[in-house]
């Protein structure tokens, strides 16, 4: 199934879950006929208790025997959930976000299962459901409570009844060769089947013949006479060849509650073969009398019937008039109306916008952006996936990351789509073992059998659910070298970094940014240094090189530290020594550059407010941090734990920064102490000796500039490159199948004075999500509610949210576009169409 929704192109995904079996075919599979003819992917679930099984009834139309096992393949999609049985609601309420469309096609008492309880459940999904629908007026009186619910009659499809097959089927051969005249049924035959006056008219009228094709679920000692033939259930491909030797078709339908709420399907289907019909006089054929349809209740009544729709001008006056009635009645027709309801609901509209991984390189982080998609990192593993997402890109290839979220947003940042893994509301605040393992499986399901390859940024995020070989998980450095490391034994230290290690053992291929990491995992488990290959991070040197005046000596020494201001990487160091260095050295200053939470900024700060002048905090985008760089003598890598080859250690080398770094993760393949740095123990009076010596012996600063800039160049981004580009290739030469995809879609700013009821607007917000592209429906004004509404390609944000990149398109209302700073290629006129600016 994850193989089909990488393979077909559809509009939208409709399930219709178990409740009868495909055969006979009635309006549920009608109606997902048609959509699948209209280019959704729909699933039929058929009742069974065998073995899963699928198979494709007609292009995009699948019958599905188990239904459970499209749940994971669905949860993380939003899909059409066509409901007409509340049983089935036990199954769709698992979707986390559908669009349920509720039809009432029968009296809610006669469906097995009612009761009180049932009846309180039907009330509550009228008035939740996104669309209702009723095929009878007399069923109006179940949803009263929905003033937009739509009468939506059954109907036929006409073409399925135009060029029957020529030849007699066999069982029906004998009958047509009596020569006698056929009256003709199709459909179920149940307690609403008025069998006494079927069996009456066989024994008054032995001259003709009775058909009756369908199964039956009543006593068949009730239709036994020489002229009653019981053909069983047909295949509904094989219903015109039958009826095209019926002379006169029936309904004979008991007169009751039930029959009054029915819209025969049968009826458009007879009139589709331009047969006379005779019916007893049931609410739904009263309308559609005409000469060549008839109602009567008694036997007499119904003989006369017959007998005038033998009648050769009537048979002729039927085969005009009932071609041209069918042809008003299609199914095409009634599911024009449920897509202009599509369209007028923008809650709906989310069903169009299912994000698909399918042909490009899929990314699983915990963060790139923060949980609600407003904030970027600018860490070294966010810096990381955007060169990595260009390298790909440069190969062909379109790279999504996937990661942690509080709600189903999309950002483009970049040129490359952000796509938070939370579906029905899944929060990312504690990020305990059980949130990994859901956040995991929902990274599955979103890519499972679609992604051309897996990328796991951290490596460990691949446990517990990756399975492929065509997968590459990036060790960082040892992520697990933290505060909690504290083992009474090896059955706590297994416990505790079974995530590690079993990630690891998951992954196809690893990176290694580090030989630290690289050795701890040999030591832990010696066959994965066969999948392990390290390369280290890496510099740019046309990027980050040193000022021209780097070497000429200033009157004040700028010690900086360029990184996340948190307590892993050391600010907490540094914020212990900062107030010895800066009274014993009055030239010094300190530069914190980079991003914090608010707790450590408001650190930063009061250290600032105490030292005026002295101290300064400021963040700057990641391709201009050399100017940090070019105003530092010194760079402070302090890292305490969970560190790789750092970049921010790189680039201060490469800029010819005097270095001083822990000992900690990969930091020693960087610097070699007293070479091209300073190496120290994890600890503030080590830090504080270190920054001492630097300040004290200008000549080993200027040695240390000189070789951190010649050993950086060891470390070049061209290497980096050349390394991964050759993975890569040895990870996917054997996939020649492959469906790449490659191109971009464009992102879409549509802004709006109001939350949208324009039918015309829907209808155009549909095709463009139909044709692929994100779009961002900007309101003047929205609740937290209206944002949270948000999903894959549709995304509902406020006129001044960020939005990362630069949009290829901006469309607006005519309302708004006066109070618009941005260009507006198109607006939109009253009837919802955009006209080109």
């Known amino acids: 199934m994850m193989n089909i929704l990488a393979a077909k192109t559809y509009k939208a995904i409709v399930v219709y879950p178990e409740a009868v079996l495909w055969e006979p075919n009635q309006r549920p599979q009608q109606l997902l006929k048609e959509l699948a003819k209209r280019g959704y992917l729909c699933f039929f679930c058929e009742t069974s208790v065998g073995p899963f099984s699928l198979r494709e009834a007609e292009p995009n139309l699948f019958i599905v025997q ?303 952006l923060d949980f609600e ?61 059980g949130a990994v393992k859901v956040y995991s499986r929902l990274f599955h399901e979103q890519t499972a059998e679609r992604s051309i390859l897996n990328v796991y940024s951290a490596f460990f995020n691949a446990w517990p659910y990756e399975k492929g070989s065509s997968s590459i998980g990036i060790i960082h450095g040892v992520a697990w070298d933290n505060p909690a490391s504290r083992y009474q034994d090896g059955s706590s230290f297994w416990e505790m970094n079974r995530r590690f290690i079993e990630g690891a053992k998951l992954c196809g291929s690893l990176v290694s940014v580090d030989n630290n990491s690289a050795n701890w995992f040999q030591t832990v488990d010696y066959s ?23 070497e000429k000596p200033k009157d004040r020494i700028v010690i900086l530290y360029p990184r996340r201001l948190y307590h892993a990487r050391g600010l907490q160091l540094v914020l212990q020594v900062i107030d010895e260095i800066l009274i014993k050295y009055p030239q010094a200053d300190f530069h914190f550059c980079g991003q914090g ?64 770094a822990t000992r900690v993760g990969g930091l020693s393949d960087l610097v070699i102490h007293d070479y091209n740095g300073l190496l120290i123990e994890p600890h503030a009076h080590a830090l504080k000796e270190a920054i001492a010596d630097l300040i004290d012996n200008p000549s080993k600063r200027a040695l240390f500039k000189y070789r951190a800039q010649t050993v950086s160049q060891s470390f070049s981004k061209q290497s980096w490159v050349r390394q991964w580009s050759k993975l890569i290739d040895s990870v996917l030469h054997e996939k020649q199948d492959l469906r790449i995809v490659s191109e971009k879609s464009l992102l879409i700013e549509i802004y709006l004075s109001n939350y949208p009821q324009n039918e015309g607007i829907g209808k155009t917000i549909i095709r463009l999500l139909n044709e692929g592209h994100l779009l961002y429906i900007k309101l003047k004004s929205i609740t937290a509610a209206g944002r949270l509404s948000s999903f894959g390609r549709l995304q509902w944000m406020g006129w001044n949210e960020m939005s990362h990149s630069a949009p290829d398109l901006v469309i607006s209302d005519v309302t708004s576009h006066a109070d618009l700073s941005c260009t507006v290629q198109a607006l939109f006129n009253e009837e919802g169409e955009l006209e080109w600016m």
């Open 66 to 368: 188990g239904e459970k096992y499209l749940l994971s393949v669905l949860r993380s999609q939003s899909v059409i959930v066509l409901c007409s049985w509340l049983v089935q609601m036990a199954w769709a309420d698992f979707l986390p976000h559908k669009t349920l469309w509720y039809d009432v096609l029968d009296q809610l008492e006669f469906l097995s299962l009612f009761d009180d309880q049932m009846e309180q459940k039907h009330n509550q999904i009228v008035k939740q459901a996104d669309i209702v629908t009723y095929s009878a007026m007399a069923l109006k009186r179940y949803v009263t409570d929905r003033s937009d619910a739509v009468l939506l009659p059954n109907a036929a499809r006409i073409e399925d009844f135009l060029s029957p097959a020529a030849s007699v089927p066999e069982d029906l051969a004998p009958i047509v060769a009596t020569g006698s005249p056929i009256i003709g049924y199709y459909g179920a035959v149940e307690e609403w089947f008025a069998t006494d006056l079927v069996e009456g008219l066989a024994a008054k009228r032995p001259d003709w013949q009775f058909v009756i094709l369908g199964n039956i679920g009543i006593d068949k000692t009730k239709l036994q006479a020489p002229n009653i033939h019981l053909l069983g259930m047909k295949p509904y491909r094989l219903l015109a060849q039958y009826g095209q030797y019926f002379h006169v078709a029936i309904i004979p339908f008991l007169i009751n509650d039930l029959t009054n709420c029915i819209s025969p399907v049968k009826f458009f289907e007879y009139a589709s073969l331009g047969l006379p019909i005779v019916s007893t006089p049931i609410s739904e054929m009263m309308p559609y009398q005409a000469d060549w349809v008839l109602a009567a209740t008694e036997m007499d009544g119904f003989e006369t019937a017959i007998m005038e729709g033998l009648k050769p001008e009537i048979s002729s006056k039927a085969k005009e008039a009932g071609r041209i009635l069918a042809s008003r009645n299609q199914w095409a027709a009634r599911v024009d109306l449920v897509e202009k309801r599509l369209m007028s609901k923008p809650a709906v509209w989310q069903a169009f916008a299912n994000h698909d991984s399918s042909g490009k390189i899929a990314v699983m982080a915990t963060t790139f």
């Open 373 to 433: 998609g407003d904030k970027f990192y600018s860490g070294g593993a966010e810096r990381y996936l955007i060169d990595l997402s260009q390298l790909f890109e440069q190969k062909g290839y379109s790279i999504t990351i996937y990661q942690y979220g509080n709600y189903a947003w999309i950002r483009r940042f970049r040129g490359v789509d952000i796509v938070s893994l939370s579906r029905g509301g899944q929060h990312a605040k504690e990020l305990s073992i």
């Open 528 to 550: 994965l240094r066969d999948k392990i290959k390290v390369i280290a991070n890496y510099v740019d040197p046309s990027e980050f090189y040193p000022s021209s005046d780097h």
């Open 597 to 660: 939470d608010p707790d450590d900024i408001r650190m930063v700060k009061m250290k600032m407010n105490r030292w005026p002048g002295r101290i300064k905090c400021y963040a700057l985008p990641f391709d201009q941090m050399a100017e940090a760089y070019h105003q530092a003598d010194i760079s402070l890598i302090p890292t305490l734990y969970s560190e790789g080859t750092s970049l921010s250690c790189l680039e201060a080398m490469s800029c010819g920064n005097a270095v001083i």
